[in-house]
């Protein structure tokens, strides 16, 4: 295992200009039309809000397999999340996650298939949000 990661940490994330702080990506498999990826964070690091779009289906399945960290959805509180975790996603619902302030977080993103998908990249979470964690 590659850092102690399950799946190793892969490669510096190339959606990085969503994030706040370093993540890297490792894709895992495309086939059969799921993308499935190992994310990590480095602590502190979480992603910009964003909604995951489709006509139909769609959303992102979360299973965490290291460290910890939180997942928000917009109007709810901040849940903590620890491995072995899995958070359910619809789509068009507007989230972010990301690790602690302490811990590096890893978790596979599965994306549910669906019909014209995509995701809107939205503001960061800010330091004044995320400090109150």
């Not at 302030?101 to 800010?126: L, Q, R, Y």
Request: proline share 5%; glycine share 12%.
């Amino acid at each position: 295992m590659e850092n102690n990661i399950l799946f190793g940490k892969g490669e510096p994330n190339p959606f990085g200009k969503y994030f706040i702080g370093q993540s890297y990506l490792k894709m895992l498999s495309t086939e059969l039309g799921v993308g499935i990826a190992n994310v990590t964070f480095e602590a502190g690091c979480r992603n910009n809000w964003h909604i995951h779009k489709a006509t139909k289906g769609g959303g992102q399945i979360l299973m965490v397999t290291k460290g910890e960290g939180w997942y928000q959805e917009e109007g709810k509180e901040p849940q903590k999340l620890k491995v072995g975790d899995i958070v359910n996603i619809p789509a068009h619902v507007k989230h972010w996650h990301g690790a602690s302030k302490d811990s590096e977080f890893t978790h596979i993103a599965i994306e549910v298939p669906g019909e014209n998908t995509g995701t809107d990249w939205c503001e960061p979470v800010t330091d004044e949000e995320y400090s109150k964690l």
